[in-house]
Nanobody
Framework: VQLQASGGGLVQAGGPLRLSCAIS????????MAWFRQAPGKEREFVAA????????RYADSVKDRFTISRDTAKNTVDLQMNSLKPEDTAVYYC????????????????????WGQGTEVTVSS
């Protein structure tokens, strides 16, 4: 399974940016996908997750009401729409996937995911 993240870049504070993650696997409807991020000198942290069948989404408190995770079955991608960006959102963003159901309470931890993309860098200037 391959994940390819794209869409990162430099944006001013308050602006929007949209990330996309293409997954090579197309047949498992129960898969769960997520976005994590890692800022320099910090641990990787959870951002948002979604079950492919749309039965659940989950967000980190720090991005709730600003970020929206969605999936596009036609393109086979999971997208992260980021609005009202802040300098503290600066990080490398990674998409992750597991080809099975993850209980909602475990969607925010890295060991729940088996596959990771290469990361895309987001820089928010103040």
């Amino acid at each position: 399974v391959q994940l390819q993240a794209s869409g990162g870049g430099l944006v001013q504070a308050g602006g929007p940016l949209r990330l996309s993650c293409a997954i090579s696997e197309r047949t498992v409807s129960s898969k769960t996908m997520a976005w994590f991020r890692q800022a320099p000198g910090k641990e990787r942290e959870f951002v948002a997750a979604i079950r492919w069948n749309k039965s659940a989404t989950r967000y980190a408190d720090s991005v709730k009401d600003r970020f929206t995770i969605s999936r596009d079955t036609a393109k086979n991608t999971v997208d992260l729409q980021m609005n009202s960006l802040k300098p503290e959102d600066t990080a490398v963003y990674y998409c992750a996937a597991r080809l099975s159901y993850i209980i909602t309470s475990a969607m925010d931890v890295t060991p729940s995911y088996h596959y990771w993309g290469q990361g895309t860098e987001v820089t928010v200037s103040s």
